[in-house]
């Protein structure tokens, strides 16, 4: 009988060699898959896994991966002398891996088929070395036994892992190939998977720098097309004139409703949006949501049917993302509602939840768009050619998800009509945020207002929007003219444009403020996201506005830089 203790014993030197190597590559195993379990790059990952061969596995390890442009990149070397390490990075330098000085390497690579050297011996060496100085090299490295191994994704040759045993005078066994060879197996899944990552990766990066520009210079020509609205709003015109400028206003701000759904609903499904909730009355919420649909409304002639409780509902929510859902919710209920049809919005309590409905009697949701409508760009198989594109929904999905609530879809089929059910929580919070009035039109603005950018169209029209308002405005078209402006000081406020070529306006306020210009400078640009109004305000702007501005925008902006303007818009 033989003692538990004395197992290795018993087993003889081979056998002990063989339970040390399984139990080593059972502790490989088992801390390769940990490694998996870790959120980092997959050359960390690759790094990561190279280091658990040494010592136990092997004297010294690297992992070469085949690059985007078909090179072989070195991502891991790995031996159990630091020294070595050193020298064999040094060897790296002086005989970069190429086809020409490792073309065992390269070999395994263009064929697919692992090298196996059970025993290196001089003569081995002798016939790998390319020249004098890389006998040396190699005979340096004092390899006794050798493994290359390709690493496989999808069937094709990604890459090859090295093992070699040198000063510890171990050799390579064909069990110790073939364990490596599926170990190469598990790094091709890695690897394939981690290039995959980083390519999405990439490409949302491609995304959100081309969805920025893209708002950048879609907001550019809105600019003075807003103020050219403004100003027309501002004259005596006749009835058939304000309508036609109300259509053109609607049509307007839904293209630029439009433009903002669509750079929100990628900030919202990477986690980029934060809210800023604080106590809202729900009803007094709703009710502006719905204001900001009468145009609408009024144009497709649908009856608005709007009921509430007599006692308030607060709500912890950011209002204008909420007013932005609701508004999103009224927009898609008037795509698909005829006209002469109607839609029902009733708010009202249900237990501890505040419960928004917004119903109509249009075309109704097919039972097999159901599931799907909250997904983005999904236009459902209703052959509808109203615009939109496709990510309304997901927007208000979304944003009703950070109130910590949720929205539900329902419809009796087609023709039938449709409902949306929002639930929010009711908080017991009851001190409600002051509401700023920024209605009616006074010429009361009395401020000298200095306009520098470079779409000289943009700023005329500013400049005569602001004139009509009472102001005394003037515009420059560029960063330098503002800079060699000799009387910067008569001026109340600069509205300065951040996309201006030679000269961008950070650059601008940035040596207007070491020159000690302390008036309130305004950003004004069409990159609108919060890192951007941050970096304004790092800057040393005063405030930032998102092209296109009307009167109401100018308003805030002027009552917010300035306290005590007097400026009813």
């Avoid at 008037?334 to 075309?363: C, H, L, Q």
């Avoid at 009307?550 to 830089?561: H, T, Y």
């Amino acid at each position: 009988m033989i003692h538990p203790n004395n197992n290795k014993k018993a087993l003889g030197a081979t056998g002990v060699s063989r339970l040390n190597s399984c139990e080593s590559k059972l502790r490989f195993m088992m801390e390769s898959a940990k490694i998996l379990s870790k959120k980092v790059d997959f050359r960390t990952w690759l790094l990561e896994k190279a280091k658990l061969t040494v010592p136990s596995l092997a004297d010294w390890c690297a992992i070469d991966v085949l690059n985007e442009h078909g090179d072989l990149e070195r991502i891991a070397v790995i031996h159990q002398d630091q020294k070595m390490t050193d020298y064999l990075f040094e060897f790296e330098k002086r005989f970069p891996t190429t086809e020409k000085n490792s073309s065992d390497l390269y070999a395994v690579i263009r064929t697919g088929e692992a090298q196996f050297v059970p025993a290196v011996t001089d003569e081995t060496i002798r016939q790998g070395a390319r020249s004098p100085e890389h006998l040396e090299a190699m005979q340096r490295l004092g390899l006794k036994s050798l493994m290359i191994i390709p690493i496989f994704a999808r069937g094709k040759v990604l890459g090859a892992l090295t093992l070699g045993y040198a000063e510890s005078g171990r050799v390579y066994t064909r069990d110790d190939f073939e364990f490596f060879r599926e170990f190469c197996n598990d790094l091709g899944i890695v690897l394939d998977n981690g290039r995959l990552d980083d390519e999405i990766s990439k490409r949302d990066k491609a995304k959100d720098i081309f969805l920025a520009s893209l708002s950048h210079e879609l907001r550019n020509p809105l600019a003075p097309i807003k103020s050219s609205l403004e100003l027309l709003k501002l004259r005596e015109t006749t009835t058939d004139v304000r309508e036609e400028l109300e259509s053109i206003e609607h049509q307007f701000d839904h293209l630029t409703k439009l433009l903002g759904d669509l750079l929100d609903v990628t900030r919202f499904t990477q986690a980029k949006i934060e809210i800023v909730p604080h106590t809202v009355e729900l009803r007094k919420l709703v009710e502006r949501s719905l204001k900001a649909s009468d145009a609408l409304l009024r144009t497709s002639d649908i009856t608005l049917h709007f009921t509430y409780p007599s006692t308030p509902l607060p709500v912890w929510a950011d209002d204008t993302r909420l007013e932005q859902a609701i508004t999103n919710l009224m927009s898609n209920a008037a795509k698909f509602t005829p006209s002469g049809g109607s839609i029902w919005v009733d708010v009202s309590k249900e237990r501890e939840n505040a419960i928004i409905k917004v119903r109509d009697n249009g075309e109704g949701i097919d039972p097999d768009d159901l599931p799907n409508i909250f997904e983005m760009y999904y236009q459902g198989h209703n052959g509808n050619n109203t615009s939109g594109l496709g990510i309304g929904l997901l927007l208000v999905q979304k944003i009703v998800e950070l109130h910590r609530g949720t929205i539900v879809a329902s419809s009796d089929g087609r023709g039938k009509g449709s409902e949306f059910v929002i639930k929010l929580p009711i908080t017991d919070i009851f001190s409600f945020a002051s509401e700023s009035s920024s209605h009616g039109i006074a010429g009361s603005m009395r401020q000298r207002v200095l306009i520098v950018d470079d779409n000289v169209q943009a700023a005329d029209s500013l400049v005569k929007l602001l004139n009509k308002l009472g102001g005394h405005a003037e515009a420059l078209y560029s960063g330098e003219e503002a800079l060699a402006h000799k009387t910067l000081s008569d001026f109340d406020i600069i509205i300065l444009d951040i996309g201006m070529p030679h000269m961008d306006g950070y650059k601008v306020v940035q040596t207007l403020r070491a020159r000690g210009v302390a008036i309130p400078i305004i950003a004004l640009t069409g990159y609108g996201l919060r890192e951007d109004k941050q970096k304004a305000l790092d800057a040393g702007f005063t405030t930032h506005l998102t092209k296109p501005v009307g009167i109401k925008e100018l308003s805030d902006a002027f009552r917010e830089v300035l306290p005590q303007t007097v400026v009813r818009v």
